[in-house]
Each structure stands twice: as C-alpha cells, then as structure tokens.
C-alpha cells in the first residue's frame, strides 16, 4: 500500500474556528489561510455560510473569502447547508461545496435543527443547483462512531445513509467521528458494513482526536484503502454542537504518521510552521 498519494484536507480555518469562544478577526483568518495555501495542501476549507445566528465565529465567511490570495492548483471549499448557503458560496466563488448530515438524530436536531431524513431532502435542491453550476459537492456524515446524545451508531446505518449521499451526488463521504469516540476497532466494524457498500475511493476519515486515537484511526483507514484525511492545523478545532468534541487531528501529526507509512501527501513539513504560529495566536 505504500508509495500510493494521500491527500490531506485541511480544515482548520472553518473547523477549528467554529466553535472559538473568542473572536478571531477576519484578518488573521485570511493570514492563515494564506499560509496554509503555501503549505502545499491541495484542499483548504475555508469557512461556511451557515446561519450566522448559528455560527456567528464564521459570520465573515464572505469577507475571509473575499480577502484570501488563491494560489494556483489549491481547491477553496465551505460548507453549506442549504441553498441559501450555496447562493452565497457561488457568489464567493468557492471553488467546492460540502453539505454536512448526520448518522445520529440526536446530532442532526442539534446540528441542523431537523431530522436526518429532512436534511437529506433539503439536501436535494441544492445538488440541483451545483450540478447545473458543474460544482462539486463533498458530503459529511457525522457521528459514524457515536452521538453525544444517541450513544453508539449502528454501522449499518452509517452505510445507509453514506450510499444515499453519493446517489444524491456527493462526490466523496468524509466519515466524521465527531467525538472521538472512535479507536482502530470501531473503526473496522464500521468498514466490514460500509465497504460493501460504498468502495474505498469515494471514502475520506474526519478524525477528532478527543481520546488521541485519530492517529491510529488513520492507519487502520489507510490500510482498508481510504486515501482522504481531514485534518486541522495545530488541531484547531471542535463542533459547537457536539458536547465534548476537540479538535481535529493535528495536520502536521497526520502527516508524519501518513510519511512514515510510505505515502507521498506533497505537503511541505517546514512551510507548515508559518501556519501553525498564526493558529498558536489564535487558540
Ligand atoms: C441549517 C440551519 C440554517 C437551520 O436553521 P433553522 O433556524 O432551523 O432554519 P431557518 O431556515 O429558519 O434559519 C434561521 C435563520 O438563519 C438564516 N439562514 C438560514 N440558512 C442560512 C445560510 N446558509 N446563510 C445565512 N443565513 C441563513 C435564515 O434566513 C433565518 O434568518 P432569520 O429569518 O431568523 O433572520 C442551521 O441549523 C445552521 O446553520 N446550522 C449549522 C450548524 C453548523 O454549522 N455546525 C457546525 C458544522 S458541522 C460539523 O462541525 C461537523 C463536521 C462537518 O465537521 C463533521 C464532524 O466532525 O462530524
């Protein structure tokens, strides 16, 4: 499996910034998106155009977007949960879309204020739009491992739900474990159902690392075949939503373990450190 790419998804300027208790200025966002895009990283969230009464750490989606240097080859994504976020995510010019869903609905009331069956339907109008657009949507499901507020998730839900997205047009499923509830064993159970289901390549891991297991996570991942990882900078991060959710795995962890297991990710170690000074002035 070694010699093989892996792409890390950087997520650290929309997840590791929602759910701050102090206000970060639009400029000190823009500066580490900034940095991040010159990291080498080919895939930079960068905000989300929820409702700003929801999130209002995120309510200058529009100006951080507005303000961000683009490099060349980096793909700017924002999370959008309805066709009033995707208006605002074309008029941005995000470059990709994610829609965010729930495996639990305990999580989805919290998240969305709706149940996952609803979620998905308002889902609909909104491939509609980014088909017509030719703009790709990526698809979250959260709490694959377990719902701060259902316990554990049925594996066979997971596979249920992650397969429907893909038909409504998701390109990829990022696996959230929103909690980090999650360890090399649950993780296995969930891909025994889920692979008979949804093939590897349209898979990515969404790790927090709450109980330090996200590291382990990834190369059990990497093993059945997942070569997408989000991961956030210095481990910003959590969901404002989810009682007792930390951060993301830390980029730089994730690629080292990634490295050492043989994979290329064509992500600069050393350019990382300028980003990870500004998201040390930020945390
Ligand atoms: C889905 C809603 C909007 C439903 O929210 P609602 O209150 O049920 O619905 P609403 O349609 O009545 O909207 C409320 C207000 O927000 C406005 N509004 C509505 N939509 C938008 C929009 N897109 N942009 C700007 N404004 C918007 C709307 O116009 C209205 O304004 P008002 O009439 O009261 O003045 C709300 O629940 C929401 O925004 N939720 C997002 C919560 C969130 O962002 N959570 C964190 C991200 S998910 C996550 O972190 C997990 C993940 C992805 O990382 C993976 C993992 O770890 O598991």
New binding site residues.
């Given amino acids: 499996m070694s010699g093989d790419t892996v792409t890390l998804f950087e ?1 650290g300027p929309r ?1 590791g910034l ?1 759910s701050l208790k102090t206000e970060v200025p639009a400029a000190t966002k823009i500066a580490l998106v900034d940095a991040l895009s010159n990291t080498g990283l080919g895939k930079i969230e960068v905000t ?8 209002p750490q995120l309510a200058d989606a529009a100006e951080v977007m507005a303000g961000i240097t683009r490099a060349p080859g980096v793909r700017y994504a924002v ?4 066709l ?2 995707l208006d ?1 995510a074309r008029a941005a010019g995000a470059d990709e879309v994610a829609v ?1 869903a729930s495996a639990s609905e305990g999580f989805s009331r919290a ?4 149940s996952v069956a609803e979620s998905l339907d308002r889902f609909a109008p909104l491939f509609e739009a980014a088909a017509a657009d030719h703009l790709p949507v990526r698809g ?1 499901l ?2 694959v491992i377990a719902c701060p507020f259902d316990g554990p998730t049925p594996p066979e839900t997971v596979a249920r739900i992650a397969a429907r997205m893909l038909e409504m047009g998701c390109y990829e499923i ?1 696996l ?1 474990d ?1 909690i980090g509830a999650g360890d090399p064993a649950r993780l296995s159970a969930l891909l025994d159902v889920l692979l008979d289901h949804v093939p590897a390549d349209r898979l990515a891991g ?1 790790f ?1 690392d709450t109980h330090g297991t996200a590291l382990a996570m990834i190369e059990t991942a990497l093993h059945r075949g997942l070569r997408v990882f989000d991961a956030s900078v210095a481990g910003l991060g959590g ?3 989810a009682p007792g ?1 930390s951060g993301n795995v830390d980029t730089r962890a994730a690629l080292e373990r990634i490295t050492a297991l043989g994979f290329a990710t064509g992500v600069d170690l050393a350019a990382l450190a300028e980003a990870e000074r500004i998201a040390a002035t930020i945390a």
Avoid at 48 to 55: D, I
Avoid at 79 to 82: D, E, I, Q, V
């Fill in positions: 997520v997840d929602q989300s155009f929820v409702s700003p009464k929801w999130v999370l959008t949960p309805n009033t976020g605002r965010f998240n969305l204020n709706c979250y959260s709490t990022s959230g929103t969404h927090h969901c404002p939503y959710a």
